[in-house]
T-cell receptor
């Protein structure tokens, strides 16, 4: 069964509003989780690494003040898209590593965000 | 991490073997080759990985050339549910980061 869940699976919001996406590790306490973004017909791009109890590490070009990441517990990481605009419309996917095997990752089902 | 070259798309008949190639000529000695796939509108799924020996699991086989500059993922009996984008990703096993390239869009046809 699924080991990483995301909520919501899809969301439509108005421009200027903020949207929170939750990512849960269901079977394992994950100190590190990852957030990716995927635009239509493109590949996944790593946005940031979420670290439990400390600040997230953002990839170059990703605005940390716009994409707020909180990893307050070992099973939950949240991504908040603040003041969303139509260009933020994308498929957002989180993942965590398999215990002991760092590059074997379990991905969530993704959240499709549409900003009107 | 090493760059990869994969065919943009491939077709395969249902029930036949699907052989997906990947060129990673700049791979370094400590980089493994990981394969993931992404079915439409879903998160990626791990398939298999290897360093230099051929590997097999319940999903697929991975053939890595002796010079490690290329590899082939083999789905022995492709089904319609194997239609997906397949990503070949070399990565240093000391880290967690996966860099996804363009991948190969495999279409399994009846």
């Amino acid at each position: 069964g699924a080991v990483v869940s995301q909520h919501p699976s899809w969301v439509i919001c108005k421009s200027g509003t903020s949207v929170k996406i939750e990512c849960r590790s269901l079977d394992f306490q994950a100190t590190t989780m990852f957030w990716y973004r995927q635009f239509p017909k493109q590949s996944l791009m790593l946005m940031a690494t979420s670290n439990e109890g400390s600040k997230a590490t953002y990839e170059q070009g990703v605005e940390k003040d716009k994409f707020l990441i909180n990893h307050a517990s070992l099973t939950l990481s949240t991504l908040t898209v603040t003041s969303a605009h139509p260009e933020d419309s994308s498929f957002y996917i989180c993942s965590r590593s398999r215990q002991g095997i760092s590059n074997e990752q379990f991905f969530g089902p993704g959240t499709r965000l549409t900003v009107l | 991490d090493a760059k990869t070259t994969q065919p943009t798309s491939m077709d395969c008949a249902e029930g036949r073997a699907a052989n997906l190639p990947c060129n990673h000529s700049t791979i370094s000695g400590n980089e493994y080759v990981y394969w993931y796939r992404q079915i439409h509108s879903q998160g990626p799924q791990y398939i298999i990985h290897g360093l230099k020996n051929n590997e097999t699991n319940e999903m697929a086989s991975l053939i890595i050339t002796e010079d490690r500059k290329s590899s082939t993922l083999i789905l022995p009996h492709a089904t319609l549910r194997d239609t997906a984008v397949y990503y070949c990703i070399p990565v240093n096993n000391a880290g967690n980061m996966l860099t996804f390239g363009g991948g190969t869009r495999l279409m399994v046809k009846p």
